[in-house]
């Protein structure tokens, strides 16, 4: 009788569980009642009252549970083991900037990996401020620049665009360019840098490719449960980006705004969140496990991402599959980890899968750190209405429209970036 009786509740309980994972939740009624962990008071109790605290004690529990619980540890330190430079030319877009195409080669034993960096940096100016990012389907998807060397890396087919077999052809040149106004940011003092993510790790469950099984021992076949997954590998990669920037001498390397869309959104956070040398961060549309609130289970869930997109995350962050409530962060802290530096988050109004409201506030609640630096996080308390940026050192909009990323966007982050730190020379 115990055993039916056992059985039988075992059975409630896993429907309850997968009609939970099931239905996506759209209504602001159904939000849980929740309440986030702390952000200023550490695990043994202690308030966090001042930026020595938040940078001895808590800054560094917090960024631990991440790595641990969400997007896992990078196992080992492994460096570039040679820049081979593609290609220069020194006058593009009618004189405007310079093209740069270098691969960034890594080794160990056997295996290799090339990620290659596309750079457009305005011409004649003092060392530059630039933005860096990822692209989805290949540097050459950004512009319809001719010259702009094809990805032989692993890409999503997309037959109407030509990629089939997982292989660009020149059919995808350009396809992306709407999402790169490269010429008004060049005309406004600041350089580009970009990379395609799959040359670091194709965005497939399959941890044989990329730069994941250059950590494994003899036998080993994927990441530890604590170890990376695919964000973090591409977050790893857009540091070593960052090692490379530091060495190009027209660029001004205290000035990198790390931003991304979507999945690249998320990216650029953790990057932001772990690698300081990013003096900016922007998230756009990041959603779930990027700017937005777990525990409001709002559109996307831990659920939701874990079963459709298993190879972005450790495998820890499986525990808390329908259990929201038990993780030891949420996302609030993960921008609080960014502080005191200015973050940009954006939001779209038909983008409800990736809950807005819980990207705004989370923003609003990493204001606290920004705060023990005396710096203004968002400088408004509520929401603003559709195409109102608001702009502190945390800044925000919600942009009319849907899941993409656009010139307006980009307007906006071009004004954010002046704001906190305008190039020394700006191009007329
Ligand atoms: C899916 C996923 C999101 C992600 C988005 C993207 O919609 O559920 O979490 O942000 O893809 O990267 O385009």
């Known amino acids: 009788m115990d055993n039916f009786l056992l059985i039988f509740l075992s059975l409630l309980i896993s429907i309850n569980v997968s009609a939970q994972l099931n239905q996506v939740n759209y209504d602001e009624k159904e939000v849980p009642e929740y309440k986030l962990p702390e952000l200023l008071i550490s695990k043994s109790g202690r308030k966090i009252k001042n930026t020595k605290r938040w940078e001895k004690i808590r800054r560094p529990e917090i960024l631990k549970l991440f790595e641990q619980e969400i997007y896992g540890k990078v196992p080992q330190t492994i460096s570039i083991s040679e820049v081979n430079v593609h290609e220069e030319t020194t ?12 691969e960034l080669v890594f080794r160990k034993d056997d295996q290799e990996l090339g990620v290659n960096v596309l750079l457009y940096l305005p011409k004649d100016t003092a060392k530059v401020p630039v933005f860096v990012g990822y692209n989805f389907k290949g540097n050459h998807a950004i512009n319809d620049d001719p010259d702009i060397l094809l990805t032989d890396s692993w890409v999503p087919d997309n037959p109407s665009l030509g990629i089939v077999h ?13 999402r790169w106004p490269i010429e008004e940011i060049l005309k406004s003092g600041y350089g580009i840098v970009t990379a395609y993510y799959g040359d670091v790790d194709p965005d497939r469950d399959n941890f044989q490719d990329g730069i994941h099984p250059f950590t494994y021992r003899l036998g080993q076949f994927r990441p530890g449960n604590d170890e990376w997954g695919a964000v973090s590998a591409w977050a790893w990669g857009l540091s070593r980006i960052m090692d490379y920037l530091e060495t190009v001498p027209t660029i001004d390397a205290s000035k990198v705004v790390v931003f991304g869309h979507s999945r690249l959104g998320k990216t650029a956070l953790w990057a932001a969140a772990k690698d ?6 922007i998230s756009n549309n990041s959603g779930c496990l990027g700017a937005a609130l777990s525990r409001r289970q709002f559109g996307e869930t831990i659920g939701k991402i874990t079963s459709t997109f298993p190879h972005w995350f450790c495998e820890n962050l499986n525990k808390y599959s329908a259990r929201e409530e038990l993780l030891p962060v949420d996302q609030h802290m993960l ?11 954006t939001s ?13 506030l989370s923003a609003s609640e990493a204001g606290k750190v920004y705060a ?28 009319k429209g849907k899941h993409n990323i656009t010139a307006y966007d980009w307007k906006q982050f071009i004004r954010f970036a002046e704001k906190h730190f305008a190039p020394v020379i700006a191009i007329e």
């Open 372 to 399: 023990l630096y005396e710096k203004e996080g968002l400088p408004v308390a509520e929401m603003p209405e559709p195409n109102s940026p608001v702009m502190g050192t945390i800044g925000y909009h919600i942009r």
């Open 276 to 281: 300081q040398r990013f003096a900016m961060c």
């Open 166 to 178: 997982n292989q660009v052809t020149e059919q995808s040149r350009g396809v992306s360019n709407e």
């Open 335 to 345: 921008l609080g980890l960014i502080a005191p530096r200015p973050l940009y988050v």
């Open 91 to 102: 006058d593009i877009f009618d004189g405007l900037a310079t093209r740069t195409q270098v």
């Open 348 to 360: 779209a109004t038909a983008d409800l899968w990736a809950d807005p409201k819980g990207e705004f």
